[in-house]
């Protein structure tokens, strides 16, 4: 069994599955939290006890006791780079050491004190100068070149998620933190539109993180600090109504296309009594917002030379792309084809009733472990075929 986490600024979800290979979903929670923030863990006896009851919820729903779980996280500072890596090719033909020293090579690079590694993921290779060469094991050259998208984290988010976990459990620990995208690209994503060119905006609550792929593979990605909550926000304080109430009324009667919408007046009840509020004003107080977050991510795109890039145009996905009207504004705003993302791609069996945009990154990570592990495990094996040559030229001298 294995047990997956995925920290969002709204909820905690835990997923259960039971295999990598074809991997079936035994239990399934989903807790809000209040302890994190913008993505950044900000409390952590509130984010610890979100944890714990997540913990729990999935212990007693499949009777299996939890150890060890992955973790997947974004957050206002997770940043990214691209990488190159070289390393001689040392016996002419490539060698999974080659690889390895290559991929090492690329993913260490000088990064601030306070930041470290997150994740670190291999894109394509070079040999030689000739490149986008997805696995050069055994091709025969002088100089292997690894390209990678490094995505770093402070310190701090990795240490917090520790002490979480451990207020939550004493006995769980963790084996591996994800970057949260990389499983969404996997779940609603399809090959084509990454070897096309795309834009993916997870737009949750507290973060929106954008990525780019481009010939199968991730060239781009940023996290920016505005999404669900801001829209909340807003509402909140033009209405002069509290955020928890704001929060239903978007998630109610919410559109961020006001064009869409007829000036009915809408009667809501607050906690200090009733009030009137026009669905047309609701809608164009989310329109304006919305359109500010969108803006920043197109602008984004921009500044890094991405925006001509993505044929196959943008795919949304998180929370905040239940929001009705999405595709409509996406569309007038960027002169692009918009797509909701809903987890569709490389899904665990009976996840069915989870196949919202919100669930984008548990359900995707799963996918994105079990390739990763077969990466792993073929590369280990090729090591293990050069341990044993070695071994063998040692014992023949
Ligand atoms: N029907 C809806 N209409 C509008 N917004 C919605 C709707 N359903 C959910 N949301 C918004 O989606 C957001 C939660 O999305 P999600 O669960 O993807 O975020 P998260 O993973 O907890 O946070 P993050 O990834 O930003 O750290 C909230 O802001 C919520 O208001
Ligand atoms: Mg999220």
Not at 211 to 232: A, E, R, W
Not at 313 to 333: P, R, Y
């Amino acid at each position: 069994m294995i047990c997956f986490l995925d920290l969002g600024t709204s909820k905690v979800s835990g997923l259960l599955i039971d295999d990598l290979s074809n991997s079936t979903v035994h239990a399934f929670s989903s807790i809000e939290t209040s302890g994190v923030k913008k993505g950044s863990i900000i409390n952590i006896s509130a984010t610890a006890s979100s944890i714990s009851e997540c913990l729990r919820d999935i212990e007693n729903q499949s009777g299996f006791k939890i150890k060890e779980v992955l973790v997947s996280i974004s957050g206002e500072e997770v940043s990214s780079t691209n990488s190159i890596g070289q390393a001689a090719i040392s016996e002419r033909e490539v060698s999974a050491r080659d690889i390895e020293n290559a991929l090492n090579m690329s993913s260490t690079m000088k990064i601030p004190n306070d930041k470290t590694l997150l994740y670190a993921m291999p894109n394509n290779y070079f040999i030689d100068g000739q490149g986008d060469i997805s696995d050069p094991l055994g091709m025969n050259g002088i100089k292997l070149e690894a390209r990678s998208h490094l995505i770093h984290c402070s310190k701090n988010t990795k240490d917090n998620i520790k002490k979480c976990i451990k207020v939550s459990s004493s006995v769980i620990g963790i084996r591996k933190y994800f970057y949260s995208q990389l499983g969404v690209a996997q779940s609603v994503l399809t090959e084509n539109q990454k070897k096309l060119g795309v834009c993916l905006l997870d737009i949750g609550a507290g973060t929106t993180d954008i990525s780019v792929y481009q010939n199968g593979s991730i060239t781009f990605s940023k996290v920016l600090p505005y999404s669900g909550d801001y829209i909340t926000e807003t509402i909140a304080s033009a209405l002069d109504i509290q955020s928890i109430e704001a929060e239903i009324i978007k998630k109610k009667y919410g559109c961020a296309f006001s064009d869409y919408i007829n000036d009915e007046m809408l009667k809501i009840s607050l906690k200090n009594g009733k009030k009137s509020i026009s669905r047309k004003a609701l809608s164009e107080l989310i329109e304006n917002s919305m359109s500010k977050i969108l803006r920043h991510c197109m602008n984004c795109l921009e500044e890094n030379n991405l925006f001509n890039y993505i044929p196959a145009g943008i795919v949304i996905t998180g929370g905040s792309a239940n929001m009705e009207g999405m595709v409509k504004l996406g569309e007038k705003l960027t002169n692009l084809k918009v797509k909701i993302g809903i987890p569709k791609y490389n899904l665990p069996q009976k996840s069915d009733n989870l196949l919202k945009p919100e669930n984008s990154a548990i359900l995707g990570i799963t996918k994105f472990y079990a390739l990763e592990q077969d990466k792993e495990f073929t590369f280990n094996q090729s090591k293990g075929i050069i341990a044993r040559v070695l071994e063998w030229i040692r014992t023949e001298l």
